[in-house]
């Protein structure tokens, strides 16, 4: 098994809207072959990351996906907030740090 963490390091005046897209996703990736789940974690502590994991049955499912149309469709809204961030020449409300792990058979 492969599995995908995204750590979203998020300031406080954007932490609704994070939220809000992340409580509203569309789902599609449930049907990304080789997907086998995943989970969105809200820090307890406001200073904390959000996490999402997402479980793949192997990598090489896990990068058809993000070289998908459907990967770039799910974070349209997303990114279109950091691109308008961006264009205003405001820093990015939002950090991401992306690792990958394989599962230790125990």
């Given at each position: 098994m492969f599995v995908a963490c995204n750590y979203l390091a998020c300031?406080?005046?954007y932490?609704?809207?994070l939220e809000?897209?992340?409580r509203s996703r569309s789902h599609s990736i449930d049907n990304a072959?080789?997907?086998?789940?995943m989970k969105v974690l809200?820090?307890?502590r406001h200073a904390d990351h959000f996490l999402i994991v997402s479980q793949w049955y192997d990598q090489d499912h896990f990068d058809d996906w993000r070289e998908s149309p459907a990967f770039q469709l799910v974070?349209?809204?997303g990114f279109?907030?950091?691109k308008r961030f961006a264009d205003r020449g405001e820093q990015s409300p939002v950090r991401s740090t992306f690792r990958t792990y394989n599962l230790i058979g125990v």
């Open positions: 300031v406080d005046e932490q609704e809207r809000s897209l992340l072959p080789g997907f086998m789940g809200k820090p307890i974070h349209a809204r279109g907030d950091l």
